[in-house]
């Protein structure tokens, strides 16, 4: 089958169509064929070297290739031995969360173990539905960590992005106030997704957001990784939370509680995302959809443009 490797790190060019051997589903494991995968900014840091540089994942050369891509949408085919909570012709989404993989969501098929898989939302495409879990999972693993009850208020900065806007409409659901930061043009969609508030580039974030909620916000979202200049708008012993780590995590001053949010799979929250999703409380973006053998251009145009919702990958 066909899938997309990295040998050696570097620019969109690393990125190399090989052919490889199908995969075969273990113990508590399933095989999808994959319907679309999105191009997420970590599959770009992986392809890059910078997650190796960082420590987060062993250095290239450890094994021949490294695979690529993270979600997934698609139709399980196979499983393995004790499955039963999917079975062949299932449709299904799900994460892969670990970096040092030979095979990744880019491809025609991936294994993944089942507490990683939940049942597709039925109401999108497969490629409206492979947008959902890295980003919808990232936004709702924060949410969490942040514990906002409800008619608190939360900023999202970056809100207009696809973990951003996960984020807003999530947060919305859950009864919050939401101030969001995004791009002016951008002010309509952001609304659109429930925030009651909103920001623009380009202003001091801080002050901004203090004279819509006078003292700061109770917590915020920094998708857009502004780190510091996001914790400004937030007020004495709030919550804060970064969605990477390295210098995009502020120090917590002011007695502010400050998190990372290092995603992981959950098939329970994967479950809760589609019924989300289906009762039209999540909205999946899609940018644009390419065939899988473009994936090199996908990854050019990841870089190059400002895009508002995915770009997807159709084996």
Known sequence: MRAIIVKTPGGPGALEASDVPVPVPGPGQVRIAVAAAAVNPVDAVTRSGVLADAGLMPPFGSRPAVGIGWDVAGTVDAAGAGMSRFAAGDEVIGLKDRLDVPLGTYAEAVVLDADAVAPAPRSVTPAEASTIPLNGLTALQALDLLDLPPGGTLLVTGAAGAVGGYAVELAAHRGLHVVAAASASDEALVRGLGAEMFVPRG??????????????????????????????????????????????????????????????????????????????????????????AEAVKAHERLEAEALRGRLVLLP
């Open 203 to 292: 202003v001091h974030l801080g002050d901004a957001v203090r004279s819509l909620v006078p003292g700061g916000v109770d917590g915020a979202l920094d998708a857009a990784l502004l780190s510091v200049t996001a914790l400004d708008a937030v007020r004495n012993a709030g919550a804060f939370v970064a969605v990477s780590g390295g210098p995009a995590t502020p120090v917590p001053l002011r007695g502010i509680t400050v998190h990372n949010v290092w995603i992981r799979a959950d098939a329970a929250q994967l479950a809760h995302l589609s019924t989300l999703v289906d009762k039209g409380h999540l909205t999946p973006r899609v940018a644009d959809a390419l065939p899988l």
